[in-house]
T-cell receptor
Framework: AQKITQTQPGMFVQEKEAVTLDCTYD???????LFWYKQPSSGEMIFLIY??????QNATEGRYSLNFQKARKSANLVISASQLGDSAMYFC??????????????FGQGTELSVKP | DVKVTQSSRYLVKRTGEKVFLECVQD?????MFWYRQDPGLGLRLIYF???????EKGDIPEGYSVSREKKERFSLILESASTNQTSMYLC???????????FGPGTRLTVT
């Protein structure tokens, strides 16, 4: 079974508008972490934001915020005021358990975001 | 800034060749990882290492091996390259704590 599901293969958004990228996850471990990464066409994966399962507040980093709904097992990424440079692939990832050896991440299939001028 | 470097951005090899992909990080990270990325499949973990000389299989280790003789260097080895190993290979590193992984620029490998 898929542990991380991103149901939107591709999305378009108008410049300066907000956009939400969906991510649902599946785990029975009470301790886990959720990550979002951005991959521009250059190929390098860029870390955007992190949410721990025990964090009470939704994580925010500049224009990025993570809408964490634990009961629904969703961790959607919200990008406010989209910019042309936001056009990229976006991956949601999960780490099960804290302090487990290696810190493995499980990635979703990705969502390709295109920002229109 | 954390720096993760990979030996090549693009590589073309022939079927049956032995291929070495090198990854070096400069931030004294304990954990290092090798992923392959294919369209529609996201990133899949091949191998990871949480200490020097320690290695663990990921989700798709078949056809690959790894080596970590020094903390900063993690090598991925394709013993006998095959066309189905044509892919983008990404190396990453992280601290032991549940922090984010830092990725290298990737190596696009083509096996003909």
């Amino acid at each position: 079974a898929q542990k991380i599901t991103q149901t939107q293969p591709g999305m378009f958004v108008q410049e300066k508008e907000a956009v939400t990228l969906d991510c649902t996850y599946d785990t029975s471990d009470p301790s886990y972490g959720l990550f979002w990464y951005k991959q521009p066409s250059s190929g390098e994966m860029i870390f955007l934001i992190y949410q721990g399962s025990y964090d009470q507040q939704n994580a925010t980093e500049g224009r990025y915020s993570l809408n964490f709904q634990k009961a629904r097992k969703s961790a959607n990424l919200v990008i406010s005021a989209s910019q042309l440079g936001d056009s990229a692939m976006y991956f949601c990832a999960m780490r099960e358990g804290f302090y487990n050896q290696g810190g493995k991440l499980i990635f979703g299939q990705g969502t390709e975001l295109s920002v229109k001028p | 800034d954390v720096k993760v470097t990979q030996s090549s951005r693009y590589l073309v090899k022939r079927t049956g060749e032995k291929v070495f992909l090198e990854c070096v990080q400069d931030m004294d990270h304990e954990n290092m990882f090798w992923y392959r990325q294919d369209p529609g499949l996201g990133l899949r973990l091949i191998y990871f290492s949480y200490d020097v000389k320690m290695k663990e299989k990921g989700d798709i280790p078949e056809g690959y091996s790894v080596s970590r003789e020094k903390k900063e260097r993690f090598s991925l080895i394709l013993e006998s390259a095959s066309t189905n190993q044509t892919s983008m290979y990404l190396c990453a590193s992280s601290l032991k704590e549940p922090y984010e992984q830092y990725f290298g620029p990737g190596t696009r490998l083509t096996v003909t």
